[in-house]
């Protein structure tokens, strides 16, 4: 008996442990209430020396409390009659007549009331058919009839009788409604004393030593008396738990919801299945409502998007793919706020983190549905001008490379001979600009070239010096004066930089590219004549006294990629060490080279590689300014450094 009460212990939490991962039955559990009273008869059974097989009756009351749906804590008290015969037996004869006398098989009795506490542990709380075992201490008052009727030899010598408890037993609730069961109980008392049959052996023994002055070969032990219940009667539940998970949702409701009523967060997703249900409005069963990706805890509290749409800012993408992937705003369609919304940057190829994708100071709306620009590339036409400068600038059109199609691209125009971009024939003589230069070397900025009275497009000697009887091609002394000085048309192309002085916004995030600072041929070394350019540019630093720049060096496509990529990065340390030296705070500047890797103009013209060989100032910071210039000292891409593959 024992061995099985140690079994059923140890094997308690396991049963419970196993009941809490089964899948939740979706209401209450049984009992339906926190405190249960208990009532009860059946038949009881004498433990003892005396043993035979009388039975007799008690009765049973107690209330208990659940401290957890497997553990409950209660009292109890237990009334009855033990009935046993009172009969000699052979290894007691001895002390049996010493304490009796000679009668033998007298049917004798023995009153008692149990008071108890204990602790039940529940196999199937959550069962309409709940098992349980449970064990306690307490005390039992009991009264033997052989003491009562003062019929023994020794007695103890108080006149109420008392003995610590220990109750061990198994039951059985069935349920018949969710507040009252039916219950059966087997019981197993143990008592601290073994006068409760008036017949305590070793005191008898020691008595019956002491005072007869004789010996026996009766053992001289302590015993146990005992007594066995079974009942069977009633348990009533009362104060019901209606939250059982304390998630702030009764039980009730969950049972509609068919949520875990043991489980405050049901689905396991970081909300309470009242948060849920009351604010998100979320299904409490599931961790992903919207089916996005992502779980319900991690919209509503990291991202606050929408755990009911799976596409919070109804772009088209969703939650989780521009949270994970993208890196995109899950909560605005337009992430960069350039007016085009994220799908759309995507399907062009524009960045939806970034509204001016090619960096060149128009936002990617801007070039797509105003000026019909290419978002990816800076100068969309190609012609060495950014569409920003075409636009705001010059008011040429960024996407035909010569805008007055007179034969000149707006750069060889702007940049170079400073004529009209947006006029074929800047100087009016009745010769296109692009025929001024190509094919005549005439001034596009003076009608008259040479300055003997004759218009450039009537002059037959257009840089010499005539007169109108000739046609302007000789004086009538018959000398001619050469004109070369004023114009030669070879110095379109020469080694020399021709300077202007543009008018820039400077701001955060724009970028102002130097040209006509140039090296030397596969070199990092600074030419002389692009010092001017450095030196007006350094004045930046002074009207900006917060400002800090990122040096940017660029080369062409010819070479390795690798040779490229570190010749460009060491002409970017090459203006920033001149920079330095004129006064310029080091901390105020970063140097990144990026090779060939970014091309303003075609690779496969001379001129255009003289183009993409450059150097840039990315004004990461601007800070505030001490006056209103803003000025950028830049000159055009001479072609220095001529057409082969091995230069830089």
Known sequence: MHKLLIYLLLIIPAISAAQSDAEFQGRPRYPGGLLALRVGAGPTKYLGQFTDQSVSTHFTAGASYSIIPELSVGLGADFGTCTYSRRERRLFTTSYQYQFGTENGVPRSTWYSTFTGEVQFNFFPRQRLNGYAFAGGGITFFNPDDYAQEQVTVRPFQDRFATLTVPLGLGL????????????????????????????SAAIAKDYLSTQKKTTSEAIEDGRDGYSTVTVGFKYFLFENSDLDGDLLPNDEEEALLTNPYDADTDGDGLSDYEEVRNARTDPKLRDSDGDGLNDYVEVMK????????DTDGDGLADNEEIAHLKTNPLSADTDGDELNDPDEMRRGTSPRDADTD???LTDAEEVRKHLTNPLVADSDGDGISDFEEVFTYASNPLVPDTDSDGLTDYDEVVQYHSDALKADTDGDGLSDGQEIRTFGTNVL???????GMPDKLDRCPLLAGSINTIGCADPDGQQRSVASIWPAKRMRSVDTLLRIDTLVIREGGILTLFGVNFEVNKDVIRAESIPILEENAKLFTNYPDMEVEIRGHTDADG???RNLDLSLKRAMAVQRYLETVGVDPARLTVKGFGEASPLASNETAFGKARNR?????????????????HLLTGEPALIEGPSTDVK
Request: charged share 35%.
């Open 614 to 630: 450059r150097i840039e100032f990315f004004i990461a910071k601007r800070g505030a300014h001490l006056n209103a210039e803003r």
């Open 173 to 200: 609730d069935v349920f018949l409604l969710r507040n009252l069961s039916l219950n059966a109980e087997w019981r197993l008392t143990f008592l601290f004393s073994d006068d409760f049959d008036a017949f305590n």
């Open 560 to 562: 390795a990629d690798e």
């Open 446 to 452: 003076n009608r008259d070239t040479d300055s003997d």
């Open 303 to 310: 991202y606050r998007t929408n755990p009911l749409l799976a």
């Open 359 to 361: 960096r060149d100071n």
